[in-house]
């Protein structure tokens, strides 16, 4: 049995050449690309404000709280209380859908 086809081979190169192409695309940035032409020193920094400068201004989607395994218990020391996403006021979290346990804890967890 012959399992060589030119055909499926062909689609699959061209599929792998497309989607490497479209990643390096989005590589370099036209910010960088001018500090580079000014003599200017491409830094993180600069890098970061070229990525800040093409994100959208929307709000970020929140995650499940299944996906953040959200527990209504601390873990240690660790409370959603102490974390620097958590909203006092309506005991809710910039990153997790729903409210939140005071007492909580989730693995986006972050010191305030």
């Not at 012959?2 to 370099?28: E, I, Q, W, Y």
Request: proline share 5%.
């Amino acid at each position: 049995m012959n399992t060589h086809d030119p055909k499926r081979r062909s689609v699959l190169m061209g599929t792998l050449a497309a989607g490497t192409a479209f990643m390096l695309f989005g590589c370099g940035s036209k910010q960088e690309e001018a500090a580079v032409e000014a003599g200017e020193e491409a830094t993180p920094e600069t890098a970061q404000n070229a990525a800040a400068s093409q994100m959208p201004d929307e709000p970020t989607p929140k995650m499940s709280q299944e996906g953040a395994l959200y527990q209504a218990e601390p873990l240690d020391d660790r409370k959603c209380q102490d974390c620097g996403n958590f909203i006092a006021e309506s005991k809710t979290c910039k990153l997790v859908e729903g409210q939140v346990s005071e007492e909580g804890y989730c693995i986006l967890w972050d010191w305030a």
